[in-house]
DNA sequence: CTCCGATCCTGATGGC
DNA sequence: TGCCATCAGGATCGGA
């Protein structure tokens, strides 16, 4: 479900309307794993300090409590639900963050595939320390996929999703790109010019702000942290659009398997 | 090392 | 209505 703009959203939204810095009251831990067991103590022994930031690296939602902080991955299903005051807890509902001024937050992931777990600084946490390049960050360009391309042999739509050539790119904003990048998701990733990786770099620059301005994509389970969906979904170009008149050129849409994930594109616009 | 299928888990959907 | 198969936005693991 979520990638990085719907990621971000939840950051967005939350740093709107929490009033940082804010003490932590308690953590309500009512399992005690999602993908990783959870270190409970070490996360129980966040309460009483003081919330100083809201980050993101990739797909990760950092609650930074300067240095240190509790790290959030929403895997397909996961939600951050903020209520002024204590609302009901639903099914799926699996941990609760409680803040001063009456301020909770919630997480349900019905399908449990999130992490949550302590960092001790963001640079040397296991499942951050080798993620590759932010997208939107300075440190990405044509200039890095073309070399990271190279030598590799796998659909260059496998390689966008891989975490460690670029940060936060799903299957939803993998499909999107490489049809405005006019690129087929088959294509061998060694096989690139160096103009198609600009293209694939800046409409992925393009794509990844449109979407957070519209709040992310709510294909299914994604909501805002006030229940609301988002508005992307309503511009996708190919995802979930099989069988369905290319908008550019009339000629339906594909769809096939790719590494076992539903990838979509438009067979005469990208080659 | 790279690549890909299987896997974790629950819920929604569609066919029979 | 019930039952079963399939599919879903992610990421790791192990075998090829």
Redesign the pocket.
């Known amino acids: 479900?979520?990638?990085l703009p719907?990621v971000e959203t939840i950051r967005l939204e939350l740093l709107e309307k929490l009033p940082l810095p804010l003490r932590l009251e308690k953590v309500l831990l009512r399992r005690k794993d999602l993908?990783n067991q959870f270190p409970i103590r070490q996360i129980k022994a966040f309460e009483g300090k003081v919330l100083q930031k809201l980050l993101r690296r990739?797909?990760y939602l950092l609650f930074d409590f300067g240095e240190c902080g509790l790290l959030s991955?929403l895997?397909?299903t996961g939600n951050w639900r903020l209520e002024k005051g204590e609302g009901e807890l639903y099914?799926?509902d699996h941990i609760r963050l409680i803040f001063e001024s009456g301020f909770s937050l919630t997480y349900q992931d019905?399908?449990?595939?999130g992490y949550f777990d302590v960092y001790k600084s963001i640079q040397t946490h296991s499942?951050l320390e080798k993620i590759g390049p932010e997208p939107l960050g300075g440190d990405f360009s044509g200039t890095v996929l073309w070399k990271k391309t190279r030598k590799?042999?796998?659909?260059i739509k496998?390689?966008l999703?891989n975490?460690q050539i670029v940060a936060g790119v799903?299957?939803?904003y993998a499909s999107e790109v490489l049809f405005r990048a006019r690129v087929k998701p088959s294509r061998r990733?060694s096989s690139l010019k160096r103009e198609e990786c600009d293209q694939i770099v800046e409409e992925l620059k393009k794509l990844l702000k449109e979407a957070i301005a519209l709040g992310?994509?709510?294909?299914?389970?994604?909501r805002h942290a006030s229940g609301e969906k988002?508005d992307f979904q309503k511009y996708f170009s190919v995802y979930n659009q099989a069988g369905k008149a290319c908008l550019k050129c009339g000629t339906p849409i594909r769809k096939k398997n790719f590494?076992?994930?539903?990838t979509f594109w438009c067979p005469h616009c990208q080659s």
């Not at 590799?152 to 659909?155: I, K, L, M, N």
């Not at 992310?216 to 994604?222: E, K, M, Q």
């Open positions: 479900m979520p990638e719907e993908r990739s797909k991955h895997g397909m099914h799926h019905p399908r449990r595939f499942l590799r042999s796998a659909p496998n390689l999703m975490q799903g299957n939803i990733s992310g994509s709510s294909f299914d389970d994604f988002g590494a076992g994930r539903s």
